[in-house]
């Protein structure tokens, strides 16, 4: 199974700010999954992200606020923009795995507090 | 479209107790069903997964579920709860036409008693 990192692990950030979500994978992957969970909730996706291609966002998500780019296939990332205290989750990238009936191997998880 | 129902959003069983975590699917084309463990401050790991088959499928840590077509339910089970077993349990539903995709259901907490 691939082994997914993601920086920061967790973050504090001031409202208004932007940050970027990095997700390295050990292999190459054609899927890659942005999902957010919020307090006490369960997972929601946000994209799909496809090397070589524009991210298929979900209903609900927009790329202004969302952006996700997808240089390589090992790697990826999320950006939140102009975050607001609602942006409060935990963001969690995962893969699919090759050869997989649609199993997905997920990252620790990015914990962000907006202030 | 696709939908995933876990009955229960706090199960908590002694140690040693018999572990039964529901969840029923709705999906128009067969399934593919998938339960996730995520411990405090961690990622989500798979426990098991059921795709053709055998409909009683073996996961880690002793769990087990049984996929049931009749019933639209893939019940999680563990004959014998341990301490270690305490956290959030996922069920998600995929299929082959999802693009890869995974619905996950609400959650169910479980809590470990002594």
């Known amino acids: 199974s691939a082994v997914i990192s993601q920086k920061p692990s967790r973050d504090i950030c001031q409202r208004g700010t932007s940050l970027t979500i990095q997700c390295q994978v050990d292999s190459q992957v054609t899927m890659m999954f942005w999902y957010r969970q919020q307090p006490g909730q369960s997972l929601t996706l946000i994209a799909t992200a496809n090397q070589g291609s524009e991210a298929t966002y979900e209903s609900g998500f927009v790329i202004d606020k969302f952006p996700i780019s997808r240089p390589n296939l090992t790697f990826s990332t999320l950006t939140v923009s102009n975050m607001s205290p609602e942006d409060s989750s935990i963001y969690l990238c995962?893969?699919?795995?090759?050869?997989?009936?649609?199993?997905?191997?997920f990252g620790p998880g990015t914990r962000l507090t907006v202030l | 479209a696709q939908s995933v129902t876990q009955l229960g959003s706090h199960v908590s069983v002694s140690e040693g107790a018999l572990v039964l975590l529901r969840c029923n699917y709705s999906?128009?084309?067969?399934?593919?069903l998938f339960w996730y463990v995520q411990y405090p401050n961690q990622g989500l790991q798979l426990l098991l997964k059921?795709?053709?088959?055998?409909?009683l499928v073996k996961g880690i840590n002793g769990f087990e579920a049984e996929f049931k077509k009749s019933e639209t339910s893939f019940h999680l089970t563990k004959p014998s709860a341990h301490m270690s077993d305490a956290a959030e349990y996922f069920c998600?539903?995929?299929?082959?036409?999802?693009?890869?995709?995974?619905?996950f259901g609400q959650g169910t907490e479980l809590s470990v008693k002594p």
């Open positions: 999906s128009s084309v067969p399934p593919y």
């Open positions: 995962s893969v699919r795995d090759r050869g997989s009936h649609n199993e997905q191997f």
């Open positions: 998600a539903v995929s299929n082959y036409n999802q693009g890869g995709k995974l619905i």
């Open positions: 059921y795709t053709t088959g055998a409909t």
